[in-house]
C-alpha cells in the first residue's frame, strides 16, 4: 500500500527566503506526483505535475524534482512571499489505468513578512 | 479559463438524511474523480468515472452511489447519512483523450457537507 509523508508538518520562514518542501512515497511504481496547495477551508489548486521519466518541472518561482527511484520529491520555493502561505500538499499517481490519487498529510507554510 | 464546478457549496443535512453533490467538469475534460477530506485530513479517493463509465473505486462506502451523465457531470448520491461523514467532498477532472489530454487533476472548490 502506497503511503506518502511529507515532512515537517508545519515550516515558517521570513518573507524573501528560498525553502524546499520535502514529500516521501514508499512505492517507486508510480504514473506520475502532483503537487497542489490549499488555502484554509477552500479548494486544492495543482501547482506542478511531474510524470515519472521527468526529473522536474518549472511554473515561475516553483520547481519541482522528482527522484523516483528513491522515493522523493521536492518543491522548491524561490524568494517567498506572504501570498505563499498555505498547505502544500503532494499526490501519487500509481499507473495509467489506476486513477486515485494518494495524498500526503501536507506541509503547513507561513511565509512572516 | 473555465474551472470545475461544485453545487452546492456547502450543505447541512440531518442524521439519516440524504444528499446529492453535482460536479460539473472543465469543459472537454471525459473523467472526474470524487475526493472526501475529513477535518484535518488529507484528501481520500472515493470513486472515479471515465466516458460514463465506473473507472477506479476507491474508499467509498456502500452508503454511496455516484454517476456520470452524457454531458460528463457527475453527481455523488449519499444515504442514510452519519456524523462522520461530514467532510469536504471534492470534485476533480482530467481528460484521457481528443486534443486535449492532460494527465493533471483539476480540482473543483468543493462542497462542505455537515451532518447534523
Known amino acids: 500500500k502506497q503511503e506518502v509523508t511529507q515532512i515537517p508538518a508545519a515550516l515558517s520562514v521570513p518573507e524573501g527566503e528560498n525553502l524546499v518542501l520535502n514529500c516521501s512515497f514508499t512505492?517507486?511504481?508510480?504514473?506520475?506526483l502532483q503537487w497542489f496547495r490549499q488555502d484554509p477551508g477552500k479548494g486544492l489548486t495543482s501547482l506542478l505535475l511531474i510524470q515519472s521519466s521527468q526529473r522536474e518541472q518549472t511554473s515561475g518561482r516553483l520547481n519541482a524534482s522528482l527522484d523516483k527511484s528513491s522515493g522523493r520529491s521536492t518543491l522548491y520555493i524561490a524568494a517567498s512571499q506572504p501570498g505563499d502561505s498555505a498547505t502544500y500538499l503532494c499526490?501519487?499517481?500509481?499507473?495509467?489505468?489506476?486513477?486515485?490519487?494518494?495524498f500526503g498529510t501536507g506541509t503547513r507554510l507561513t511565509i512572516i513578512p | 479559463a473555465a474551472g470545475v464546478i461544485q453545487s452546492p457549496r456547502h450543505l447541512i443535512k440531518e442524521k439519516r438524511e440524504t444528499a446529492t453533490l453535482k460536479c460539473y467538469p472543465i469543459?472537454?475534460?471525459?473523467?472526474v474523480y470524487w475526493y472526501q477530506q475529513g477535518p484535518g485530513q488529507d484528501p481520500q479517493f472515493l470513486i472515479s468515472?471515465?466516458?460514463?463509465?465506473?473507472?477506479d473505486k476507491g474508499s467509498i462506502p456502500d452508503r454511496f452511489s455516484a454517476q456520470q451523465f452524457s454531458d460528463y457531470h457527475s453527481e455523488l448520491n449519499m444515504s442514510s447519512l452519519e456524523l462522520g461523514d461530514s467532510a469536504l467532498y471534492f470534485c476533480a477532472s482530467s481528460s484521457k483523450s481528443g486534443l486535449v489530454r492532460s494527465d493533471t487533476q483539476y480540482f473543483g472548490p468543493g462542497t462542505r457537507l455537515t451532518v447534523l
Open positions: 468515472f471515465y466516458e460514463k463509465m465506473q473507472s
Open positions: 469543459p472537454r475534460h471525459d473523467t
Open positions: 512505492d517507486s511504481a508510480i504514473y506520475n
Open positions: 499526490a501519487v499517481r500509481r499507473g495509467f489505468g489506476n486513477e486515485k490519487l494518494t
